[in-house]
Structures are given as C-alpha cells and as structure tokens.
C-alpha cells in the first residue's frame, strides 16, 4: 500500500542532506548581494556591501558568477528548511492506514484480521509470507553451508549477508524460490515481498566475476530476464560482489532501502 509517510521521510532526508552540500559550497563565497542597471538594453552589474556599491561590469566575471552562486544557495536552502519544517510535522503526524501497521497497534484480540480487512482496500495479506511453503531448488545441497538469522541455509557468505540484512529489516523473502522461463528452471538467490508496492521482486548476487566463464552465465541470465520482460530495478535487482569476492554492504543496503521496502 501507499505508504506517504515513508516517502515523506525519504524526501525529508534527501533534502537535509542537499542542504549540508550547499552549505559547504557557501563557504568561501563573498559578502554583499548584486543589483543591476539596464542602459540601452544592456545590465551592468554592481556589487552591494554594507549599502556601499562597487561596480563589476557586464556580468563576464568572477565576482558576479560567485554572488549568482551564493543567491542560488540561499534561496534553495531557504525553501528546504520551509519544506523540512512541514515535512517534519506530517510525518509526525501522519498515521498509517497499512492493515498489517494496524494489527501490529491493535490489542491481541485484533492483531490477527480477516481477509477480507485486506481484499476491501485492495492489497493481499503479506505477514508471514516470508515463511510459508514454497518450491524450493534442491539441486547442489553440498553448497548450502551458510546459515542465516532466519535460519536458511544459502551458498555463499554473501548471500548470507543479504539474507540477514534483509531479515533484520523485517522484509520477507524467499530462498532460490523455483522460476521457470521458457524451457529453463531458475532459481534466483532472493524473491523479496516488496511491501510498499504490494509486489514480489527478484534479486540475484553475482559473486564471482572475476571468473570469465561465471561472468558469461551471469550476462546469460540477465538476458533471459530481460527477454521474458522482467524490468530492471522494478521487477528484478542485481548485486554484485567485486573481482576480488569482496561485497559492498553499504552499496547493498542502498538497494535494499531504496527498491525493497
């Protein structure tokens, strides 16, 4: 479902950052504001300080490119600490209409609602969905040795990683869920209940390309979803590890925050 709040929140934090930029960018940048005359068509620009005019020409110069930057930075950071003052008290205020954020205030008696409370606002029930039955790839059992905090078993440390950092974010997923495309059987690392969107997506973590022949089956698969019409970022994510094994828990905590939620 819709969720205004957390999107509030993401433009809230967007913008607090945009303004530590300009305000870094600010630093160094002179005193004064410009103002302008027009003779015959023509603006010539002045610089302002302390009610003292200095004259700066046509506009063709250093100072008055600096003092157009810093107005820019001023107005901008003016309108963001506007919008962060009403984002702060609609998020505050804002009250989730999610039928599962319901349950979870509700007392005992209610937390567990029919189907139906989820059918009339138009969105299929996705508490627990994490860890229902589901037709699971069993091939290459040998490889499955790492065991996540949701109690899984994955193939590689990194998937293990993604595993957890999606359990402990409370998104639900499955493991190498069986998909089949055409005359081929897939089976991608993690099919992630997209709460936001009402959605199921896929993420497959290639981990080792700094393998030719691994790189060449990985290019292969992100082929073949594309040709069965599964739409990067929307329908299917991808991650990689390094050429050296090495994952990025910071860049996979981006995607995850930014496509999973």
Known sequence: MFDSGSYVARDLAHQQRMRRLLM?????????RLTTTKINGRLYYYRVVDGKKEYLGTGENEMVLKLQKK?????????????????????????????????????????????????????N?????????????????????????????????????????LFVKKIEYHYEEE?????????????????SQRKCKLLEHFGLIGDEDYRDTCMWKIRTYLEFGYRPYEDILFTYDDKDGH???????????????
Do not use: H
């Not at 870094?24 to 004064?32: F, N, S």
């Not at 001023?74 to 919008?83: F, H, S």
């Open 24 to 32: 870094q960018q600010k630093r160094g940048l002179p005193q004064g």
């Open 71 to 123: 107005y820019f930075i001023e107005e901008t950071v003016k309108r963001i600490d506007k919008n962060c003052k009403y984002m702060d008290k609609l998020i505050a205020g804002y009250a989730s209409v999610d039928p599962e954020d319901i349950m979870e205030a509700a007392p005992r008696a209610y937390q567990s609602l029919p189907k139906s409370c989820f059918t009339m606002v138009g969105i």
């Open 125 to 165: 029930n996705q508490r627990g969905w994490g860890y229902e039955p589901y037709k699971r790839y069993m091939g290459y059992p040998e490889q499955l040795n790492n065991k996540t905090l949701k109690g899984d078993f994955v193939r590689s440390k990194s998937e293990a990683i993604i595993a957890n950092m």
């Open 179 to 195: 998909l089949v495309l055409g005359d081929y059987t897939f089976a991608p690392d993690f099919k992630i209940a997209v709460k």
């Open 247 to 261: 994952i990025n828990t910071l860049d996979i905590d981006k995607v995850i925050e930014s496509f999973c939620r």
